[in-house]
């Protein structure tokens, strides 16, 4: 059964997403999931998208702001257009996004069906169903505005929603995974990120089956039961009784299930600090760079000018790739990796970008060829960096950031405020 396995608070943030970070992003999102598509299945990506903390790493890797509601929108659109040119050889298909684009869903996956032969119908009619059930079932102040559904060939699917509040500055985001999914109104999702804000309306719930029986129960019986009901509630006495008492046990839920729940709260500071990152972690990716990358791997690559720095930036997506869940509890740490957008940690280091892109796509198209040598090499740097996590150690996190902000000229640091030309860049989609 399909149930929620953990919660986030994202922060809202306006911006964009300048032409040379999102061309970018999507060559990056595409190279990443053939990887993974190679390696693991697409079962196993589609499990990843499901994941909250694993899908704002993904985010903060591509040099996203690593902590705002802005990673959805941008992972999504990065997607639908990196892998749009490799989605019949793949076997996956995105569909829909934001705004206008979300109603353009059904549609889109009817000509998925027509291409593959999967039950184009139903797969419309879950769309329509999962919006509805996190719209309405679940009634918890915010409003939907982005809706993507992930399908593959198989008709296996993924669909990742998210709602935002104004009045609170807040977005929510809805994992769904149709892996051992029974019933749509039993407990469904995979995830549910965002921060609770008194009572929620859940009627998706498993524990709500016997709330949505007694709803059908006064449709059936007409007005005059509720209206009755509603009355009392006008009496001194009967300020504020339950419509039905008899449910209050069975919906209750206990702190210590609550609390054993993941939680990823995303701060509203937008730099990234020391208390946001596991940093043992990032000195064993470190390490890891430092001692196989300069002498190993580029012989290994055979690609030229790569360093420790774009080494240390591959052992990050390395983990992207290959990690377990317990990998992705600090998201801030893979902003280190290519920096963000708007600055924070870092300008992004389109040089030291563009040499793992080349990496990555390099290993990837041997690896369709037949020859998963270099491939199999980022494996082995994240495995490395791994063996080396207990006992590396390195610079401090504000060292560390010093370091990279001081170099930033030398990578080619880059943000959205930056008016200098790219060459490299195409003009941006409509996400």
């Known amino acids: 059964m399909a149930k929620r396995t953990g919660s986030a608070d994202l922060p809202l943030h306006g911006g964009r997403v300048p032409p040379w970070l999102a061309t970018r992003m999507a060559c990056l999102g595409r ?23 694993w899908f704002q790493s993904f985010g903060a890797v591509m040099g996203m702001d690593w902590h705002s509601s802005g990673i959805t929108t941008s992972v999504i659109g990065a997607l639908k257009r990196g892998l749009g040119p490799v989605e019949r050889e793949l076997g996956i298909y995105v569909c829909g996004g934001r705004g206008r684009h979300s109603r353009r869903t059904p549609a889109e996956l009817t000509s998925v069906g027509e291409r593959t032969g999967v039950d184009a119908d139903s797969l419309a009619r879950t769309s329509r169903l999962v919006a509805k059930i996190d719209s309405a079932a679940v009634q918890d ?12 060939s198989a008709g296996d699917w993924c669909v990742v929603q998210q709602g935002m509040s104004d009045a609170r500055g807040e977005a929510r985001r809805y994992h769904w995974l149709s892996e051992n999914l029974e019933s749509f109104l039993d407990s469904p999702h995979a995830a549910i990120e965002g921060r609770s804000h008194g009572a929620i309306v859940n009627l998706a719930d498993a524990r709500a089956a016997r709330s949505r029986s007694a709803g059908l ?21 009967n300020a504020a009784p339950s419509l039905f008492p008899e449910l209050e046990p069975e919906l209750a839920i206990e702190p210590a299930a609550l609390e054993a729940l993941p939680r990823l709260q995303m701060p509203a500071h937008h730099d990234v600090r020391a208390s946001d990152v596991v940093l043992r972690r990032l000195h064993a990716a470190l390490a890891a760079a430092a001692d196989r990358g300069p002498e190993e791997f580029t012989d290994v690559l055979l690609t030229p ?33 290519h920096g963000g957008k708007d600055g924070h940690p870092f300008p992004v280091p389109l040089r030291v970008y563009d040499e793992t892109l080349g990496v990555l796509k390099n290993a990837v198209a041997r690896a369709k060829l037949g020859n998963g040598e270099r491939l199999s090499a980022i494996r082995r740097l994240d495995l490395e960096a791994r063996r080396l996590e207990r006992a590396a150690s390195g610079p401090g996190f504000d060292e560390f950031i010093a370091r ?12 959205v405020q930056s008016t200098r030309g790219d060459r490299g860049a195409t003009k941006e989609r409509d996400r």
Request: hydrophobic residues 45%; contains cysteine.
């Open 141 to 152: 102040g915010f409003d939907l505005y982005l809706h993507a559904f992930i399908v593959t």
């Open 217 to 237: 129960d006064l449709v059936r019986e007409g007005p005059d039961r509720t209206i009755r009901v509603l009355r009392r509630l006008r009496e001194p006495a």
């Open 305 to 337: 000018g790569v360093g420790a720095r774009t080494i240390g930036a591959l052992a990050l997506v390395a983990e992207v790739v290959h990690g377990t869940p317990c990998r992705f509890s600090d998201p801030a740490r893979f902003s280190l990796a």
């Open 404 to 415: 990279e902000r001081a170099l930033s000229d030398h990578y080619g640091g880059r943000t």
């Open 31 to 53: 190279v990443i999931v053939e990887a993974i598509v190679h390696h693991y299945g697409r079962d196993e990506l589609l499990r990843r998208l499901a994941h909250p903390f």
